[in-house]
């Protein structure tokens, strides 16, 4: 039942739910009627049944059956009926407790935000040392303060709630309380408490119901518990928790009596959680199962199509034809990939060649990504990708490459270096991985490797960097020291997927550098992948420009540098860029990537 | 691994390096240090909130708390003992001293019923109660991780909806059903139904399955569906892709990379599950009728026997306390970053 505030707090910060989205939520849907129909027993059992649940009969100790389906206790009286007419004080005492953690939790949430700062940490710290207990601990030290009884149960499992609800008010409040409207109403002279009530409190309500749902069900369960150990509802009084605190002593003989107070806390309890399930779901669209972004259907055979037609795109393709000749490091033809019957990519054909570096590039949602993951076979979910041929060197991409030599063979640089590395591990763990999982080296062997790859980049300290977290390191080292990675294993084909728009311009200058002097003194040839075309004419020599999944032109580097463009669209992607500038830019980074590279001082490692 | 690289790592400044991340390079800066200094405050504040409370729960008593003690046919010099007893006749701040100083000589009070020292009931209790809440605490983590974990694996990307949706709802019913019920029910079917294990007590260590069992299975789905959603957020992350990008084998690619960086959203939520598992025990030991602290604790609080109340509350207290510390350590060791940062409390 724990419920996470942070999230919660997340939510609330997003706006409310579109209205009647409850229709969506059948478990809400579910736990409500469940909860309705509880609340429906409590008015209508003690009114209907306190005749069998109350008089004491001869038919003590039936079992179920007959006209008592649950049985009957030692006193004769009807186990069902009993569990029934309790349902009302179980629900009105946990109502009253769940009121009580409310209340009492948002005023001193509240409160805390609007005191002066040294009496907010002070409430603050002990806010958190009290939700560290156990709340049942808690309740217990309340009760042993005022003793056994109803009353003394709702207090107690009232007040432990209350740390609880303080928290999230303050969490939920405090991310409201310093945006712009409540900026505002505070410099239109609102008083305080006014801004609280009039301005955050409706904008927390969402989560606020959600702990609120949680709560009742965690109220009902432990004032039963307080109940069942004796400490709550005494005799004659009875709660469900007491009707299984009194069937405990003859579980033996008469095993039945606690099967109808274990249905109705059973009941509630399910119920509340689906009700708060729902409901949380309406708050925080994220924790529907599955991310909508991946609700896509995945077909069978991601990348399945017969290799076996011939090359008739090379016989259109001019560029691919004059070189039929198959020493092509890649070979991607007729390739198509589609997303729930839309074309991302469509029918793209191109060769790399040894040594070779190829530009992709357009806009965002061009395709350009999407060719290099099929290429690389790590396609999102969802997307299904054809193709005639698809071939890193004699490895065919379509069947069922090994995964040593896909790992050893591809190597791919991914676009932002603080997401792709793992935060949990070790740089020096995961850049040494292919080397260990797939070439068999030793844990030294691999490092010594790394460690060489990494100096050969220019990363300062090599050894320590294997040493720390990723979020210890620049983004621009990061990536260096991925490209370096890469390239141990003496891979066939690099792919690089936007490998420096997650950076800032002047470490962007560095990396690419780097990139091209590894490229040239290893002769590898290199799929690059970036939105710049700028970047993408001085790094490469062929460029394939897309648009919407086709490529529209085939260029060169050297063109594009000479700002030459046939195709209209190319034409007005290198226009995009602020033209008479461009000169004027690349100077001022050559000169910032010479500076990055010798005198200045080091990226940090910030 | 970390062995092999301990030497090396206290050393925070590199000779020479010129930018090393702290400029004074004081011990301060070292993750660890950094967190204890910092924990250790936290802990210290919580364990003052807990003498604290502890200690006002007699002089919070409605009325007269000797005479609320020794109930209303008692003899006078039966009520001016106990006043005595308590140290009732003394000021309140003298009171607190005493009572704090006492605790720091191990010093619980005496018993009224045993009249023995409550550090002696406690100690013949405590491992009673600390028998059934590490293996319930193991089993949950046993059961839960690799639950939620092949659950989240399987229907990831939206793969398997029906089993997606038959786990949400058997998780989240058991999890819904508090331990005393479940508890209950066991010992109708596996004790008085099929006579397979003994009703309560704990005499031997057959005695012992279903309780734990009862403390363990809800909260272990609880645990299960917080693992589920966090395995389906990380294998949504791009390093995973990575990971992916090095052809790795998926056991490799699940525990290696996918397990650790779960870990840290899952054990946030886990301590407070955790720590209200041991709340659970006090209401559980009383369906198995076992001699743990929360029995003690039930008839303590029945016959108002005061000092053996504040002890209990102050073992589990500290107990809790305890689970807590040793969540954040392993969070710590799983997420460096935890170390540093602060806002997994919440």
């Known amino acids: ?606 | 691994m970390t062995t092999a690289t301990a030497g090396a790592t206290p050393a925070p400044v590199v000779p020479g390096s010129g930018h090393a991340r702290a400029a004074g390079g004081s011990v301060l800066d070292l993750p660890w240090v950094r967190f204890a200094v910092r924990r250790a405050g936290g802990l210290v504040l919580a364990l003052a909130l807990l003498v604290t409370v502890t200690f006002l729960i007699v002089p919070l008593l409605p009325g007269d708390p000797a005479r609320a003690i020794a109930g209303s046919s008692a003899t006078p010099q039966a009520v001016a003992t106990i006043r005595a007893d308590l140290g009732l006749d003394r000021p309140l701040p003298q009171r607190f001293v005493e009572y704090v100083s006492g605790l720091a000589h191990g010093d619980l009070g005496t018993s009224f019923r045993y009249r023995v020292p409550v550090s002696q009931v406690v100690a013949t209790r405590l491992p009673y109660t600390v028998q059934l809440a590490v293996p319930a605490i193991a089993l949950v983590l046993v059961l839960a991780i690799p639950l939620g974990m092949a659950v989240g694996v399987l229907t990831r990307g939206g793969r398997r909806r029906r089993l997606d949706v038959a786990f949400g709802a058997v998780v989240g019913t058991v999890a819904a059903v508090p331990p005393y019920v479940l508890g209950t029910l066991l010992v109708v079917t596996f004790a008085i139904g099929l006579k397979l294990l003994p009703p309560g007590g704990a005499q031997t260590p057959a005695s012992l399955v279903l309780p734990i069992l009862a403390l363990a299975l809800g909260p272990a789905c609880a645990v299960a569906r917080v693992v589920r959603a966090e395995t389906s957020s990380v294998l949504e992350h791009e390093f995973l892709r990575t990971a992916r990008g090095r052809r790795l084998p998926h056991g490799r690619l699940y525990l290696r990379h996918a397990l650790p960086n779960l870990l840290t959203g899952v054990l946030t939520l886990t301590g407070l599950i955790l720590t209200s598992l041991l709340g659970g025990t006090v209401v559980i030991e009383n369906v198995f009728s076992y001699p743990g602290l929360g029995t003690e604790i039930v008839q303590a609080i029945v016959s108002k026997d005061y000092p053996v109340i504040q002890g209990i509350i102050l073992c589990v207290g500290v107990l809790a306390l305890l689970v807590n510390l040793l969540v954040d350590v392993v969070l710590g060791i799983v997420d460096p970053r935890t170390l540093t940062g602060g806002h997994h409390g919440g």
């Not at chain 1, 991946?294 to 070189?323: C, G, K, M, S």
């Open chain 1, 1 to 606: 039942m724990a419920v996470d505030t942070s999230l919660l707090a997340e939510a609330a910060l997003r706006g409310p739910a579109p209205r009647r989205a409850w229709r969506r939520s059948p478990s809400l849907i579910a736990g409500g009627a469940v909860l309705l129909a509880l609340v429906a027993v409590g008015i209508l059992a003690p009114l209907l049944l306190s005749g069998p649940a109350g008089t004491l009969t001869g038919d003590a100790n039936l079992g179920p059956g007959g006209s008592h389906w649950l049985g009957t206790d030692p006193f004769g009286r009807d186990v069902l009926s009993r569990a029934l007419v309790a349902t009302r004080l179980t629900l009105v005492m946990s109502a009253a407790a769940t009121a009580l953690s409310f209340t009492a939790g948002v005023a001193v949430g509240a409160g805390a935000l609007l005191a002066p700062p040294r009496i907010r940490q002070g409430v603050l710290r002990v806010v958190d040392a009290a939700v560290a207990f156990p709340s049942l601990v808690l309740a217990l030290v309340i009760a042993a303060v005022l003793g056994a009884g109803a009353g003394s149960a709702v207090v107690a499992i009232g007040l432990a709630g209350v740390p609880g609800f303080a928290r999230l008010t303050y969490n939920l409040t405090q991310g409201i309380a310093t945006r712009d409207f409540v900026t505002t109403a505070h410099l239109l002279g609102v008083p305080g408490p006014r801004v609280i009530t009039r301005h955050v409190l409706p904008n927390v309500a969402g989560p606020l119901l959600v702990l609120l749902t949680s709560s009742f069900a965690l109220a009902l369960l432990e004032i039963s518990g307080l109940s069942f150990v004796g400490l709550g509802v005494q005799s004659p009084q009875y709660d469900w928790g007491r009707l299984l605190n009194e069937a405990l002593p003859s579980i033996y003989t008469s095993p039945w009596l606690v099967l109808a107070p274990s249905l109705m806390l059973v009941l509630a309890g399910a119920g509340a959680m689906l009700a708060g399930d729902g409901l949380a779901r309406l708050v925080d669209p994220r924790q529907v199962h599955g991310t909508p972004s991946h609700t896509l259907r995945r077909q069978p055979a991601p990348e399945a199509a017969p290799a076996d037609i011939v090359d008739e795109a090379a016989v259109l393709d001019d560029e691919a034809a004059d070189d039929a000749a198959d020493d092509a490091v890649l070979v991607v033809d007729g390739l198509v990939v589609e997303a729930a019957g839309r074309r991302l990519v469509d029918d793209v054909s191109f060769r790399v060649r040894p040594g070779e570096v190829v530009g992709l590039v357009g806009e965002s949602g061009s395709g350009k990504s999407t060719i290099a993951m099929a290429v690389a076979r790590l396609l999102a979910d969802g997307l299904v990708a054809e193709a005639r041929t698809l071939r890193l060197r004699d490895l065919d991409l379509l069947g069922r490459p090994p995964a040593r030599r896909l790992a050893t063979e591809l190597g791919i640089v991914f676009q932002d270096p603080s997401a792709t590395f793992n935060p949990a591990l070790r740089l020096g763990s995961q850049l040494t991985e292919v080397l260990r999982v797939h070439l068999g080296r030793s844990r030294a062997a691999a490092r010594d490797a790394v460690v060489a790859a990494l100096t050969e980049i220019k990363v300062t300290e090599p050894a320590r960097r294997l040493r720390q977290h990723p979020h210890e390191l620049s983004g621009g080292m990061l990536q260096r020291a991925s490209i370096a990675a890469a390239l141990t294993t003496g891979p066939a084909l690099l792919i690089a997927d936007e490998p420096t728009t997650a950076l800032d311009v002047t470490v962007q200058a560095e990396v690419l550098r780097q990139l091209r002097r590894l490229q040239r003194e290893h002769g590898t040839a290199v799929l690059f992948i970036s939105h710049d075309i700028g970047v993408v004419g001085a790094l490469c020599d062929t460029v394939l420009v897309l648009r919407d999944g086709v490529v529209v032109d085939r260029t060169t580097g050297a063109a594009l540098r000479a700002g030459e463009a046939s195709h209209p669209w190319t034409a007005a992607l290198l226009s995009a860029r602020p033209g008479t500038r461009q000169d004027e830019e690349r100077q001022f980074r050559q000169l910032r990537a010479q500076a990055a590279g010798e005198g200045m001082p080091k990226e940090g490692t910030a």
